[in-house]
């Protein structure tokens, strides 16, 4: 019943499984896993799709030669397993070249290399089928703000997605870019901290209708911002392209925890959400396994993400059932007629002219403690 099928949707990214379990404090504590060998433990859990930096696939050393080779084995491995590649993305913060940020940095030519960098990993992400590529703003940031004014990062990140835009459309890659926004981490602040930003900037670009946003339940969630309002602002812009799904408590390091497991109550809305509208993107689940696992571990971790959002999703549809809750939900929308219309000079000198009874408005109860704890019996499992 909660089995993963390709209809589901559900994706990782090479660095989820494949992570090792490094941290600022201690060494890796599991074996690298080849490119091929993370389609075949997906495969064997049971996901739809695989997602990569170019340097999760291609190490950044690669020759031409290496990397024509690593692709078509990766590419029969795919086939071999009915994986997708939905995704693809560039990794533009390991590589101390990028310490200062890539497409902000103070530097023309480390800025020329980012994006140079970008068109390569969109060749790479295009030759696999990947149609919708992810940017990550990782160390577009500043730990002291004397090295530049943040409008004029603002600017060259502007200028680097126009440019990366022309070149999907003059290589018919048919991309749509998905902007992934987070409040700090790997440095002291990052520019863009929420998915709203990101909202905000792409109505300043030359496409905005490439570019979308890929909100990451960790990222709002570090900055104690309710993740599934930034997901509801993202979609009803028509901007939700991807999704990074796993988990997080407030306030915290970046964890990536296995999904719904710090936070199930906020991860059933946010399921009950993306089933509710219906939206149709790569459930991905930018995650990985506890540094305690090895990789049966990470297996458990794979499969607990699926389930957990199955599980969920099935939650969702026993609350839309539940009479209970329906006969709350239509007594709470008794009152909710037509508020004021759209404007005229009528419709304004009749609204001026109206009474309200402000203590009848304010004086009934409105049964959102009864609707709350059915939900909770929803999740508890007792309903
Ligand atoms: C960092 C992230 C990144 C991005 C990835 C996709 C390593 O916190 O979430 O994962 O999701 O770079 O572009
Ligand atoms: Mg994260
Ligand atoms: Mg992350
Ligand atoms: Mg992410």
């Not at 600022?24 to 389609?39: K, N, Y």
């Not at 101390?96 to 480390?110: E, H, I, Y």
């Not at 987070?182 to 209708?209: Q, S, V």
């Not at 925890?257 to 689940?285: I, Q, T």
Request: proline content about 5%; some cysteine; hydrophobic content about 40%.
């Amino acid at each position: 019943k909660y089995t993963p099928r390709p209809e589901h949707r559900f994706s990782f990214g090479l660095w989820t499984v494949g992570n090792r379990g490094r941290d600022p404090f201690g060494a890796e504590v599991r074996p690298t896993l080849s490119p091929v060998e993370i389609v075949r433990l997906l495969a064997e859990v049971g996901a739809w799709g695989v997602n990569f930096h170019d340097n999760d696939l291609v190490p950044i050393d690669a020759t031409p030669q290496e990397r024509d080779r690593i692709v078509r084995e990766f590419r029969q491995a795919c086939e071999d397993h009915g994986i997708v590649v939905p995704m693809a993305t560039v990794n533009l913060f390991f590589d101390p070249v990028f310490r200062d940020g890539a497409f902000t940095s103070n530097d023309a030519r480390v800025r020329a290399y980012a994006l140079q960098k970008t068109m390569r990993a969109m060749d790479l992400g295009a030759e696999l089928g990947a149609k919708i590529f992810v940017l990550w703003g990782g160390r577009e940031g500043t730990e002291t703000d004397g090295c530049r004014r943040p409008d004029e990062a603002i600017k060259r990140l502007r200028d680097a997605v126009n440019f990366l835009c022309e070149y999907s459309l003059d290589q018919g890659y048919d991309y749509k870019f998905a902007l992934e926004a987070k409040p700090n981490e790997p440095r002291a602040d990052i520019y863009f901290p929420t998915t709203g930003a990101y909202l905000a900037f792409i109505e300043t670009l030359d496409h905005p209708e490439m570019v979308g946003v890929n909100p990451e339940v960790a990222h709002e969630t570090m900055a104690g911002l309710n993740f599934m309002h930034a997901v509801a602002q993202a979609w009803e812009a028509g901007k939700l392209f991807h999704i990074d799904l796993n988990d997080q408590l407030p306030g915290r390091y970046d964890q990536d925890f296995r999904f719904g497991s710090a936070n199930p109550k906020a991860a059933f809305w946010l399921v009950k959400f993306l089933e509710d509208v219906g939206y149709a993107g790569p459930r991905h689940f930018d995650a990985h396994a506890y540094r305690t696992e090895d990789y049966e571990g990470v297996k458990d971790f794979a499969r607990g993400c699926m389930r957990t959002y199955l599980i969920l999703k099935e939650k969702a549809e026993r609350w839309n059932a539940d009479p209970e809750i329906q006969a709350l939900l239509a007594e709470i929308k008794e009152t909710d007629g037509e508020a004021f219309g759209k404007f005229s000079k009528e419709t304004a000198s009749a609204l001026l002219a109206r009474q309200f009874d402000r203590a009848a408005l304010a004086s009934k109860g409105l049964k959102y403690e009864r609707l709350d704890q059915l939900t909770m019996e929803i999740l508890l499992g007792v309903r």
